[in-house]
């Protein structure tokens, strides 16, 4: 059973940063794609960033030049470094593998 397990969450002031982490209980090269999500109160959930099993990434235009997706290997985590947080980033964040297997979710809210 694959397990998902983000953690890193939390409260930060406008133009903060946070690190969000996803633990797999697989490889994370077992899947094809990797990404991080994020559903705010009343909408959708969207993609964020995306990493693939061959290293390309992707990110929504509203977060591109502040946010970073990376993975370690050995430890089998996907990491999301979010700079210059803006109080509209406020959402939970769900790490996603293969858009088939998901995380709990961890909260980030960004204050103004």
């Known amino acids: 059973q694959v397990q998902l397990v983000e953690s890193g969450g939390g409260l930060v002031q406008a133009g903060g940063s946070l690190r969000l982490s996803c633990a797999a209980s697989?490889?994370?090269?077992?899947?094809?794609?990797m990404g991080w999500y994020r559903q705010a109160p009343g909408k959708q959930r969207e993609l964020v960033a995306q990493i693939s099993y061959g290293g390309r990434t992707i990110y929504a235009d509203s977060v591109k030049g502040r946010f970073t997706i990376s993975r370690d290997s050995v430890e089998n985590t996907v990491y999301l470094q979010m700079n210059s947080l803006k109080p509209e980033d406020t959402a939970v964040y769900y790490c996603?593998?293969?858009?088939?297997?998901w995380g709990q979710g961890t909260q980030v809210t960004v204050s103004s």
């Open positions: 996603g593998a293969e858009s088939r297997f």
């Open positions: 697989i490889s994370i090269f077992r899947f094809n794609a």
